[in-house]
């Protein structure tokens, strides 16, 4: 495993909770019920839950409750890790086609090949609506990503991230160094802990921005889609502070969303927004995001004010910017009307 690098703070007096509980809600199982039948050569580990598929042998299938009926496959060269923590089993595989693949109790989590459609848009949406963000939290994102994209803007003095299972961040330095280069950044402090607590423990109106860059809300993230989560979110922003959290797919998870934008709408009393991104590898080839602002000065999400200038978006390790631009900010906005209808009239 990779040297930690990043100043990682210790949360010993932030307690630690959610520890994996087998079968919960039936993921687990259901992700057990895809038999193995792939040689890996790693460890003893458990392979059903990680969705090596028998349907298609040699195949990675996603298959969740969450998306009942369908699984997005792909193609498995080589299985390069796996492992079970507290939380989560944690998976890579090299794909024949987009590349070293983190997998997370059966979900993918990112791809080489697409993951600049994710972290740069759950990034860059939110700090490039506020003029000069300085202090940055980031919960979850532990594969480091979202810290690559926060780290391209100069303004930004302090980058705080709460990542809960260490295995994620090991494993991610392992194997995706150009995903991890984020921990790289001297701003950036690692806490390894629960976020639900972290933010509690935060003081009043710390931060201008808070990324939620999570998994599913079942396991382990499954309090982060929750209302009192949102009540630490806007407490923890300063007035007209800005959050954006991962929120799924509109052809998918459409209760998730209304469920969502009604606890948001309640809570955030400036802007609430959701946008979308295109990413091939997540089920139903997109994903969401919760845009809100505290009250306090206006955030126009739709108009970003604060565009990443070409020159500090590339420095030195990192590549230049392949997906995010102020066109593609504006666009992530207009929602299909199907989604518009339910999104708008929410109260
Ligand atoms: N359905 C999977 C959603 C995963 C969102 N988080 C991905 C983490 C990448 N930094």
Redesign the pocket.
């Known amino acids: 495993m990779a040297e930690e690098s990043g100043a990682p703070v210790s949360c010993a007096d932030l307690p630690v909770k959610r520890p994996r509980e087998d079968e919960e809600n039936g993921v687990s199982s259901a992700a057990a019920a895809v038999a193995m039948e792939m040689e890996a050569d790693t460890n003893n580990t458990s392979k059903e839950a990680d969705g090596i598929s028998s349907v298609i042998p040699g195949w990675f299938s996603e298959i969740s409750p969450?998306w009942p009926g369908e699984a997005h496959s792909l193609k498995v060269e080589k299985v390069l890790f796996q492992g079970k923590s507290d939380y989560q089993n944690v998976m890579v595989f090299q794909s024949s086609t987009y590349g070293k693949v983190l997998v997370l109790d059966g979900?993918?989590?990112?791809t080489e090949r697409d993951?600049c459609a994710?972290?740069e848009m759950i990034t860059h949406l939110p700090l490039c609506s506020i003029p000069n963000p300085k202090k940055v939290l980031v919960i979850?994102?532990g594969?480091g990503?979202?810290l690559r994209e926060v780290s391209r803007h100069s303004s930004v003095e302090q980058i705080d991230i709460c990542e809960i299972d260490k295995m994620v961040v090991d494993v991610s330095k392992q194997y995706f160094p150009d995903v991890a280069v984020g921990y790289d950044d001297p701003r950036v402090k690692l806490h390894i802990g629960d976020g639900v607590a972290f933010l509690k423990a935060v003081p009043e109106g710390t931060y201008d921005a808070i990324i939620v860059?999570?998994?599913?809300p079942i396991g382990p993230a499954q309090e982060l889609f929750e209302k009192p989560f949102f009540e630490s979110v806007a407490k923890a922003l300063r007035p007209g502070g800005v959050v954006c959290t991962?929120a799924?797919s509109i052809w998918l998870h459409m209760h998730i969303i209304e469920d969502i934008v009604a606890n948001c709408r309640q809570i955030f009393k400036g802007s609430v927004n959701y946008a979308w991104t295109t990413v091939p590898t997540?089920?139903s080839g997109m994903?969401g995001f919760m845009l809100c602002s505290t009250e306090g000065p206006l955030v126009d999400f739709k108009h970003p004010v604060n565009p990443i200038d070409k020159d500090e978006s590339c420095c030195k390790s990192k590549r230049p910017l392949k997906f995010y631009n102020s066109e593609i900010h504006s666009a992530a906005f207009c929602l299909p009307s199907f989604a518009k209808k339910v999104i708008e009239s929410k109260p």
């Open positions: 969450m979900v993918i989590q990112l993951e994710y972290q979850g994102g594969d990503g979202v860059d999570s998994s599913d991962q799924e997540y089920p994903i």
